[in-house]
C-alpha cells in the first residue's frame, strides 16, 4: 500500500463511519417523529418533537446528510412512513361525519394532529426528493377530503382543521407550480378544479368569521394568500390553452372572483390566444398566396 492509500485509507473509514453513524440517527429519530395513534401520551408527543426537530437540523446542519438522503434504504423508510401517515389521515377522515352531529372533540383534534403530520412531512421531503410522492398521494385522497369537509352537517364545524386544509394545499400548489414536482398536464388540471373552488370558498368564509366572532384564529395568512394565489396562477398560465379557457371561465362565472384573482392568468391567456389566431390568419394568408401565385400580383 503506497503512502497516499494508508493516508486515505482512515479517512475512508472515518467517512464511512459517520455516514452509518447519522443514518442510523436519522432512522431512529424518523421512527418517532411519524409515530402516529389514537392514545398518544404527553411523553410521546415530547419524544416526537424532539426527534422532527433533531431530523431537521440534520436536513439543514449534517454534512454526512447528503450521502443519506439520497440512501435508497432511507428513502424507502421514508417513503413507508409518508404512506403509514397519509393512511393514517385516510382513516380518521371517515370518523369526522359520524360525530357531526355533537360538539367538535378529540376526533377532530386527531385529525388535525394526522394533517400537520402531513405538513411537516410536506416540509422535510423537498430536501429526500419526494415531494413528488407527497404530492401524488395528496392528489390521490383529495376526492375523500374534499368529500368530507363537505357534507353539510360540517358546515359550521371544525374551523382549525379546514383552515389547515388550505395551508397545506398550498404546500402542494407551491411544489407543483415552481417546477419542485413535474405532473402531467391532467394532472394539474385535476388538482386546480378538485381544490380550486374549496379555497375560493373557504377564504372569505373564514374571513367573515374572524370578523364575526371574537377570538377566532383561524384565518388565513397574508402571506399564505399570496403565496397560494401566485401558484395557482401560474399553474393556470402554464395548462393548455382549452383548460386555461375552462378554468378561468369557471372563475368569472363564481360569485366569490376577488381570490384567488386571476386577472394576470386571464390577462395572459388572452394575449397568447389572439397571438395564435394571428399567427393561424398569417399562415393561412401565406398557404393561399403560394397556392395561387396570381394573387402576388
Known amino acids: 500500500m503506497s503512502a497516499e492509500s494508508a493516508a486515505m485509507h482512515p479517512l475512508a473509514t472515518a467517512g464511512t463511519i459517520g455516514f452509518l453513524a447519522t443514518k442510523g440517527v436519522f432512522v431512529t429519530a424518523f421512527g418517532f417523529a411519524i409515530r402516529v395513534g389514537e392514545n398518544v401520551t404527553q411523553f410521546e408527543e415530547e419524544l ?14 449534517d454534512e454526512d446528510m447528503a450521502l443519506v438522503a439520497v440512501d435508497e434504504e432511507v428513502k ?25 352531529a355533537l360538539a ?5 383534534v386527531q385529525v388535525v394532529n394526522a394533517l400537520m403530520d402531513l405538513e ?46 388550505v395551508e397545506v394545499m398550498g404546500k402542494v400548489l407551491d411544489a407543483v407550480a415552481y417546477g419542485n414536482v413535474i405532473l402531467p398536464a391532467l394532472s394539474r388540471v385535476r388538482l386546480l378544479k378538485m381544490w380550486l373552488p374549496y379555497i ?18 383561524y384565518q388565513i395568512d397574508q402571506d399564505l394568500c399570496q403565496s397560494i394565489e401566485g401558484a395557482v396562477v401560474s399553474l393556470v398560465s402554464a395548462l393548455p390553452s382549452n383548460d ?23 390577462e395572459i391567456w388572452c394575449y397568447r390566444s389572439k397571438s395564435a389566431r394571428r399567427r393561424l390568419a398569417e399562415g393561412q394568408a401565406q398557404e393561399n398566396d403560394e397556392k395561387d401565385p396570381a394573387l402576388r400580383l
Open 48 to 61: 416526537k418533537a424532539s426527534a422532527r426537530e433533531q431530523i431537521e437540523f440534520m436536513l439543514c446542519e
Open 76 to 100: 424507502s423508510l421514508v417513503w413507508k412512513g409518508l404512506s403509514e401517515v397519509f393512511s393514517s389521515f385516510k382513516r380518521m377522515l371517515s370518523s369526522l361525519i359520524p360525530e357531526a
Open 104 to 108: 367538535p372533540g378529540p376526533t377532530e
Open 120 to 165: 411537516w412531512m410536506s416540509n422535510i421531503l423537498p430536501k429526500i426528493n419526494l415531494m413528488k410522492e407527497f404530492v401524488t398521494l395528496w392528489l390521490e385522497i383529495s376526492s375523500d377530503i374534499l368529500g368530507v369537509i363537505e357534507d353539510p352537517r360540517l358546515g359550521s364545524l371544525l374551523w382549525r382543521y379546514k383552515s389547515k386544509l
Open 200 to 217: 375560493r370558498k373557504m377564504k372569505p368564509l373564514l374571513d367573515w368569521k374572524s370578523t364575526e366572532e371574537e377570538g377566532f384564529c
Open 244 to 266: 386555461q379557457a375552462e378554468i378561468l371561465a369557471d372563475w368569472l362565472r363564481a360569485e366569490q372572483v376577488q381570490y384567488p384573482d386571476l386577472a394576470e392568468a386571464f
